[in-house]
């Protein structure tokens, strides 16, 4: 039986990723563009996001530009958007339902209800681990291939910004706690089943019958 201390790590995992795959969900530097210029003085630096567009100036402005128009986005990106809301979704359920499966807590019932209830909360934090590492992995690719083609503008390249490696190693972070909580399901119904009482097969004898030969 795995102990609760394990547990507890695999929670402490979970809460990680679920607060780093919700950051990169929301930052807007997945792409960073910097243009020196021709002095320091006139450095910006371009970010963009799932969400918004930013600007920065060396001189101090920032400024952001909301992406309303979601027709007008690039596939990846579009995709990227939607896997990592569902990510954040399948990621708040699962520690929700793992929470209930934990020996340290008194919620779920008996023992074998609490480990479904651990086994479900595990499967749905590794599915928010794929569905988080999907769009990071393929947002990468696309970045690393408008770089390397020479055919793209220098000033249209860019280089894969923090929220890329946020929202790989948060994906990462879930797959891992919820593989921990799955083991525990396995450990505890699967390799070792409660055992079931043993019922007698055989009848009591009827006490109220007596033998005539004690009364001889």
Same mark, same amino acid.
């Not at 809460?15 to 530097?29: I, R």
């Not at 074998?112 to 595990?122: I, R």
């Not at 109220?208 to 001889?216: G, Q």
């Given at each position: 039986?795995?102990?609760?201390? #394990?547990?507890? #790590?695999?929670? =402490?995992?979970?809460?990680?990723?679920?607060?780093?795959?919700?950051?990169?969900?929301?930052?807007?530097? /997945?792409?960073?563009?910097?243009?020196?210029?021709?002095?320091?003085?006139?450095?910006?630096?371009?970010?963009?996001?799932? /969400?918004?567009?930013?600007? /920065?100036?060396?001189?101090?402005?920032?400024?952001?530009?909301?992406?309303?128009?979601?027709? =007008?986005?690039?596939?990846?990106?579009?995709?990227?958007?939607?896997?990592?809301?569902?990510?954040?979704? #399948?990621?708040?359920?699962?520690?929700?339902?793992?929470?209930?499966?934990?020996?340290?807590?008194?919620?779920?019932?008996?023992?074998?209800?609490?480990?479904? =209830?651990?086994?479900?909360?595990?499967?749905?934090?590794?599915?928010?681990?794929?569905?988080?590492?999907?769009?990071?992995?393929?947002?990468?690719? &696309?970045?690393?291939?408008?770089?390397?083609?020479?055919?793209?503008?220098?000033?249209?390249?860019? &280089?894969?910004?923090?929220?890329?490696?946020?929202?790989?190693?948060?994906?990462?972070?879930?797959?891992?706690?919820?593989?921990?909580?799955?083991?525990?399901?396995?450990? &505890?119904?699967?390799?070792?089943?409660?055992?079931?009482?043993?019922?007698?097969?055989?009848?009591?004898?009827?006490?109220?019958?007596?033998? #005539?030969?004690?009364?001889?």
């Amino acid at each position: 039986m795995i102990s609760a201390g #394990l547990q507890l #790590l695999a929670f =402490a995992l979970a809460l990680s990723g679920v607060s780093g795959v919700l950051m990169a969900t929301l930052l807007p530097n /997945w792409k960073v563009n910097v243009d020196p210029g021709a002095n320091i003085i006139t450095a910006i630096v371009q970010l963009q996001g799932l /969400w918004m567009d930013c600007t /920065w100036h060396s001189t101090g402005m920032f400024s952001c530009t909301l992406k309303y128009s979601v027709l =007008a986005l690039p596939t990846h990106v579009q995709a990227a958007r939607a896997a990592m809301v569902l990510a954040c979704v #399948l990621s708040a359920v699962g520690m929700c339902t793992a929470t209930i499966g934990m020996k340290c807590t008194r919620l779920g019932g008996d023992r074998e209800t609490k480990s479904y =209830a651990c086994f479900a909360g595990g499967v749905c934090l590794m599915s928010a681990g794929i569905s988080g590492l999907i769009p990071t992995v393929w947002y990468t690719k &696309e970045i690393i291939a408008n770089f390397v083609d020479v055919t793209v503008p220098e000033s249209n390249k860019h &280089e894969p910004g923090g929220a890329v490696y946020i929202g790989f190693i948060s994906a990462m972070l879930l797959f891992i706690s919820g593989m921990i909580f799955c083991i525990k399901k396995d450990s &505890e119904v699967w390799l070792h089943p409660s055992k079931q009482q043993h019922v007698p097969t055989t009848q009591p004898e009827d006490r109220s019958a007596y033998s #005539l030969k004690d009364y001889v």
